[in-house]
């Protein structure tokens, strides 16, 4: 049950959490403070940061747990860069992928261009429509216990996608900036899965 | 029952063409270039190509809801080692335009098929500005553009472009002129 008396979660430690025993997961990022939070949490070979293609992070995600059936696929994303790409959930749920997990760091804000209000603070939620979508699992968090409890099963075997929604704070941490130099963090990437630079 | 022989008639005249014709060889060139993903935006002129692809087990395809959802699977398919080639009609590509800063900034690999409207004996007019704006906009964000008038030019230019995007690198898009498509019977 959620206490509504909680503080609101902070989106560093809730991503620090699912990122703490990460094993060989795969990891990209939505552009804007999951960005920033991902690399916060510290910089890994297995990381794959977007700067900017607003409403791509599920769907590299999706490209690599294809390509990729062996590893487990998170993304973690805002809920300004998960809306651009509403659509996105009807083609993950279609392609039915067992290894890709979406999390969504939810402030309810663009919160990177002045903390105007978004959809998911006006009634529209994310999980119920990825559940709709046909999602394995579908979830939304707002508890630090439950973070806890989904980082222990990240790793675990899946029976199709699955989508997380966190409620966080609406707060802007100081940045944490990894490379924008998008072929070094590609190539960084492939040699992490033994491919070579290209 | 009208239904299904109408879809059988379909498939039939489809899998000929596909069998004899270009779609059949541009697949053979893309299987020959070890293409594992497929995403695509449906479009008349894609049917038997898209057809065979489904048909392959060893081809994960994806359908989109909008044509740029292509563009970050087929990065990300390459940040995961495999090679992917989209199909959409030219209406789709103005969809595509800033997911294009990924694969661009990423120098990932990128094959787009492109069949064009909106250029020759086109019925609906919708389709015109977008027709006219392909190329340009493409080559406005810095995707190189091919094109091909003719079967035999297309089979061509694909084996080009295959090999220019998955081996060096490059981002492309090879438009297939709607003459060489024929004119969409309605």
Known sequence: ?198 | MQQTTVSNAADAEAAAAAISGWPARLYAILKAADVRQMAFVPDAGHSALIRLFQADRQVTTNVLTTEEEGIAISTGAWLGGQRCVLLMQSSGVGNCINMLSLPLMTRAPLLILVTMRGEWAEFNPWQVPMGRGTQAALEAVGVKVMRADTAEDLVDTVEAAAALAYEGDQQIAVLIGQRLLGKKKW
């Not at chain 1, 294809?66 to 300004?80: E, P, Y």
């Not at chain 1, 999602?135 to 989904?150: Q, R």
Request: charged share 20%.
């Open chain 1, 1 to 198: 049950m959620a206490n509504p008396d909680a503080a609101p979660l902070a989106r560093r430690a809730v991503v620090a959490t699912l990122l703490k025993d990460r094993g060989d997961m795969l990891v990209v990022s939505g552009l804007g403070s999951a960005t920033y939070d991902v690399h916060a949490a510290g910089d890994h070979d297995g990381n794959y940061y977007l700067w900017g293609a607003m409403g791509g992070a599920a769907l590299v995600g999706l490209g690599i747990a294809q390509a990729q059936a062996s590893r487990r696929v998170l993304v973690i994303t805002g809920d300004g860069e998960q809306l651009m790409a509403f659509g996105a959930l009807a083609t993950i749920a279609v392609a039915k992928p067992t290894n890709l997990d979406i999390v969504v760091i939810d402030n309810q804000h663009f919160g990177e261009t002045g903390m105007q209000g978004s959809h998911t603070g006006r009634g529209i939620d994310l999980a119920k429509v990825a559940e709709v979508c046909g999602f394995a699992t579908a979830e939304t968090l707002k508890e630090m216990d439950e973070v806890e409890a989904l980082a222990g099963t990240l790793q675990a075997k899946a029976e199709g996608p699955r989508l997380f929604v966190i409620k966080v704070a609406a707060e802007n941490p100081p940045r944490s900036l990894p490379s924008r130099d998008a072929v070094y963090v590609k190539n960084r990437f492939r040699a992490h899965l033994g491919l070579p630079q290209g």
